[in-house]
């Protein structure tokens, strides 16, 4: 099926670094979804991004998506400690069908 | 409102066996998704109802199944477990026929001995 590939897999920061995860598709999407998932937790919806070159940000969190509507990224300024968990971008929203990335599992050190 | 809430959380099952895992949706909400989590291939997408209707369906083979009742509650059921089948099954509301924010409960961890 049409996947999204997301990367890194892992990444480990020291605490106050920055933090970009990724997201490409071989296909125009017509909007992508973030979301986050805690250990042990369950995935928990951030935001949706549907303009192509659309910028939003929550606070330390910056999602962009691409101008050819192929691309997405998570910028995380100043990690902390509770942002450790899996980030995850999904594509399908409108459809009938949530497709997900394999996720960036995000680590930080005190 | 209540979150969405899955039943069982845990649940231990031998191969051969069926399991019914239940899941009850956001109040109002009529979309439930559900979704298979492992960590070699992450979040798949197992299937989707609206109203009743099973609208798609993921890749995965018929012993997987799911309905959906007029409340907007949901079951899924895996006949003939096997132990690739240990997973957490995760269900996902949102409110209305497009697909907007997914909201997910706590899922229902599944582990077949």
């Known amino acids: 099926g049409q996947q999204v590939m997301q990367i890194p897999q892992y990444q480990h920061v020291q605490e106050g670094e920055d933090f970009t995860t990724y997201c490409n598709s071989s296909t125009t999407l017509s909007n992508i979804q973030w979301y986050k998932q805690r250990p042990g937790g369950h995935p928990v919806f951030l935001i949706q991004l549907v303009k192509s070159g659309e910028v939003k940000k929550q606070k330390r969190l910056t999602f962009q998506f691409g101008e050819a509507k192929k691309n997405s990224s998570l910028h995380i300024t100043a990690t902390q400690t509770t942002d450790v968990g899996t980030y995850f971008c999904?594509?399908?929203?409108?459809?009938?069908?949530?497709?997900f990335g394999k996720g960036t599992k995000l680590s930080v050190i005190p | 409102k209540a979150g969405v809430t899955q039943t069982p959380r845990y649940l231990i099952k031998t191969r051969g066996q069926q399991v019914t895992l239940s899941c009850s949706p956001i109040s109002g909400h009529r979309s439930v998704s559900w979704y298979q989590q492992t960590p070699g291939q992450g979040l798949q997408f197992l299937f989707e109802y609206f109203s009743e209707t099973q609208r798609n369906k993921g890749n995965f083979p018929g012993r997987f199944s799911g309905r959906q009742f007029s409340n907007s509650r949901s079951e899924m059921n895996v006949s003939t477990l096997e132990l690739g089948d240990s997973a957490l099954y995760l269900c996902a509301s949102s409110p209305g026929p497009r697909r907007e924010t997914q909201y997910f409960g706590p899922g229902t961890r599944l582990l077949v001995l």
């Open positions: 999904a594509k399908g929203a409108g459809s009938y069908q949530l497709t």
